[in-house]
Nanobody
Framework: QVQLVESGGGLVQAGESLRLSCAAS????????MGWYRQAPGKQRELVAT???????NYADSVKGRFTISRDNAANTVYLLMNSLKLEDTAVYYC???????????????WGQGTQVAVSS
């Protein structure tokens, strides 16, 4: 099994910044893509940003220019630096990993438990 543990959420005012972290542990052989998704109350979960193991990044249009995703491949960790936060960024943020498990070498997708980000005016 693989565990994804997120940290860094909290309550901030509009315009401020937060940095989320997500570390994968357990039976990790190789991680292909790590990313962040979010789900606001009453809405569907949506993509925020993803990063491949070769450094390519993809962002939702709503966060381009404000959020930056990065990875530490040696530590199986992904970060999301969120600048200029807006009220509409309020959501539960989930870490996601597309990876190969050690031992079985099966390709699996894992989700973290989520971390709350709340932006106030």
């Amino acid at each position: 099994q693989v565990q994804l543990v997120e940290s860094g959420g909290g309550l901030v005012q509009a315009g401020e910044s937060l940095r989320l972290s997500c570390a994968a542990s357990g039976r990790v052989f190789r991680i292909n893509v790590m990313g962040w998704y979010r789900q606001a109350p009453g809405k569907q979960r949506e993509l925020v940003a993803t990063a491949t193991n070769d450094g390519s990044a993809n962002y939702a249009d709503s966060v381009k220019g404000r959020f930056t995703i990065s990875r530490d491949n040696a530590a199986n960790t992904v970060y999301l630096l969120m600048n200029s936060l807006k009220l509409e960024d309020t959501a539960v943020y989930y870490c996601n990993a597309d990876l190969y498990e050690s031992g079985t070498y099966r390709r699996q997708e894992y989700w973290g438990q989520g971390t709350q980000v709340a932006v106030s005016s």
